[in-house]
């Protein structure tokens, strides 16, 4: 079982940067593959952002530019490194990790979920 938490949500103005971090558990950590995601009200979970078992990293077009992924295996963590954030970027941000090491926009490929974290960006 791995346990997936997300932290670092807040409000922001238009045009700011937050930075958000997700922890998981397990010693094989560096093997995991790690998505972000995010649900703003009333629409379906879409995909933001995702981080291979090797670093590679990969966008939805929407975030292309302004978010950067990345990871700390040493400290069993990624971030989510937010810049120019835009109302529209307001969503519950949901960190998931999957064994396969994949960097995939398929939210089915990930079985462990973190709770989620507010991210409300005022214009």
């Known amino acids: 079982q791995v346990h997936v938490v997300e932290s670092g949500g807040g409000l922001v103005q238009a045009g700011e940067s937050l930075r958000l971090s997700c922890a998981a558990s397990?010693?094989?950590?560096?093997?995991?593959?790690v998505g972000w995601f995010r649900q703003a009200p009333g629409k379906e979970r879409e995909f933001v952002s995702a981080?291979?078992?090797?670093?590679?990293?990969h966008y939805a077009y929407s975030v292309e530019g302004r978010f950067t992924i990345s990871r700390d295996n040493a400290k069993n963590t990624v971030s989510l490194e937010m810049n120019s954030l835009k109302p529209e970027d307001t969503a519950v941000y949901f960190c998931?990790?999957?064994?396969?090491?994949?960097?995939?926009?398929?939210?089915?490929?990930?079985?462990?979920w973190g709770q989620g974290t507010q991210v409300t960006v005022s214009s």
């Open positions: 397990g010693r094989t950590f560096s093997t995991y593959g």
């Open positions: 981080i291979s078992r090797s670093s590679y990293g």
């Open positions: 998931a990790a999957n064994l396969r090491g994949l960097a995939t926009s398929a939210a089915s490929v990930y079985p462990y």
